[in-house]
């Protein structure tokens, strides 16, 4: 028998599919339009009942918010991780009380069994991707002889975005004995620390070749720092700079001629996770693990066309 607290709760959430989103937080463009995706997806009219928690990027914060819908017997729990380890505790919590959980964007490292799937984009790929461009251009101006000096503004430590990344493009960097990298530090995927750590980086390094942004965000911040210090980027300029998302403003940046190239990593996870969850009501199976496809853009392209074509 329904307890008086529970029957009040499907009164007040009808028929309505109530799922607890744990958002990583508001840190960038890619997050914005992911926010965004995610409420205008889960609307009462689509039959959800959606509740949004930011987590400031902070793990604790995730957990108090998982722990949160678990008490409040939602009906799943999406949850885009900051970082890949420590959620085997909270998971369980979620497993025991029935609540199936749906991982996206980045990835835990945990056991299968304690999640339904995971969606998201492929981030060795698209660090690959990226080193494998880098090559092509400096092929194609006549430098893949010479020596180059990189440097990388990785994401926040240990999420799955910045580890896959750093090493998709460790990978290609091992293929080229001429590939140096100078230094790699975390600018957390905010535009103000990418600005600080590439600020430090010129005063370190007076010969960087390359600025690898591990988000378009942390390129704008690197993008005015380089500025600030005297020097060039982009297709004209002294140094070579791309990051990953090829969000909107990466686009204007192309177009300025400020940044080379940018990996595109779609954030638009809304519709999926609707469409993940619209399956496990009927009962049926979905791929443990599902790879969005991603694309690049990159100065020798019809930006303009591109951008105007584009949803974030
Ligand atoms: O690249 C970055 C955001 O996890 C793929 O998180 C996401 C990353 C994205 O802060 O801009």
């Known amino acids: 028998a ?3 607290a529970e029957a009040k709760d499907d009164a007040a959430s009808g028929d309505l599919i109530v799922v607890g989103y744990a958002q990583v937080g508001a840190e960038s463009d890619w997050r914005t339009a992911n926010t965004e995706s995610f409420k205008s997806t889960f609307t009462e009219e689509n039959g959800y009942k959606l509740i949004f928690d930011d987590a400031q990027q ?9 722990r949160s819908f678990i008490q409040q017997d939602v009906d799943y729990i999406v949850v885009a991780p900051v970082v ?4 085997e505790a909270v998971l369980q919590e979620a497993q025991e009380a029935g609540i199936p959980v749906i991982l996206s964007d980045r990835q835990m490292d945990v056991d299968e069994s304690l999640y339904e799937c995971w969606v998201g984009g492929n981030f060795i790929k698209e660090g690959e991707i990226a080193g494998n461009w880098l090559a092509d251009y400096l092929k ?3 430098r893949d002889g010479e020596d180059i000096n990189i440097v990388t503004l990785q994401g926040t430590i240990g999420a799955s975005a910045q580890v896959g990344r750093t090493e998709g493009f460790g990978n290609i960097l091992k293929q080229h004995d ?6 790699m530090q975390t600018g957390e995927f905010t535009q103000a620390k990418g600005q600080e750590v590439m600020e430090s980086f010129l005063k370190s390094y007076d ?3 390359v600025v690898v942004a591990e988000n378009d965000n942390m390129a704008f911040g690197a993008i005015d720092a380089i500025k600030a210090a005297g020097k060039t980027c982009g297709p004209d300029g002294d140094i070579i700079i791309f990051s990953f998302d090829a969000v909107k403003a990466a686009f204007d940046a192309m177009i300025a001629g400020d940044l080379n190239a940018a990996f595109e990593c779609n954030p638009l996870h809304g519709p999926r996770v609707d469409e993940i969850i619209k399956k496990l009501e009927k009962g049926e199976t979905v791929e443990k693990i599902q790879y969005v496809d991603e694309a690049y853009f990159d100065t020798s392209m019809d930006l303009e066309s591109i951008k105007a074509e584009r949803a974030y």
């Open 84 to 87: 890949e380890t420590g959620w």
């Open 2 to 4: 329904e307890t008086e």
């Open 178 to 183: 001429n590939w140096k990298m100078l230094d």
């Open 207 to 209: 010969d960087i070749d």
């Open 140 to 142: 194609a101006q006549g």
């Open 58 to 66: 902070k793990q604790e914060n995730q957990i108090k918010a998982i």
